[in-house]
């Protein structure tokens, strides 16, 4: 069974050593793992949702695997909440849909998507963006949300 998100964070959180890290994020290589690396280091992503953390939703605290989606699969729509992504979706809509899908995630997946939403993801799970870019580096940082 593939682990959610949050789990290959903490998993490479917990690694020792940055070899360990990496193989860790390289086993675990998803879109959606990358796509919260890019929100995170990447600064030329600017949010249209409002910064910070204190996001007023309601967590679920359904237990793992059962009624909550998965970032995995939510992933694709996180363009959305970034500038050049959906720019055409008004900024009540873009902040509505931010706290559904936030509602629907297992709340340890919210967090991740808030931390990285803010940068602060790192601050959380001792992952460098020196570590990422050694284990994805296929990644293209810059030159986003245009």
């Known amino acids: 069974m593939r682990l959610m998100i949050s789990e290959v964070l903490q998993k490479a959180h917990n690694a020792k050593t ?14 959606g793992l990358r796509s919260v690396f890019i929100m995170n280091f990447d600064e030329s ?36 909440f ?4 959906d720019d055409a979706l008004k900024p009540m809509k873009i902040e509505s849909m931010f706290i559904q899908l936030l509602e629907g995630l ?8 808030v931390k990285a939403i803010n940068k602060s993801l790192h601050k ?12 994805f580096p296929s990644i293209e940082w810059g030159g986003r949300g245009r």
């Open 18 to 31: 940055k070899a360990q890290k990496i193989k860790i994020l390289q086993d675990n290589n998803t879109p």
């Open 124 to 135: 959380r799970y001792r992952i460098t963006k020196a570590t990422v870019q050694e284990a």
């Open 82 to 85: 970034f500038k050049g992504g």
């Open 106 to 113: 297992h709340e340890s997946e919210a967090e991740v998507v």
């Open 45 to 80: 992503l600017e949010a249209r949702v409002p910064l910070g953390e204190d996001v007023p939703y309601r967590k679920n605290e359904a237990p793992k695997g059962t009624e909550h989606t998965l970032l995995e699969k939510e992933s694709k729509k996180l363009y959305r």
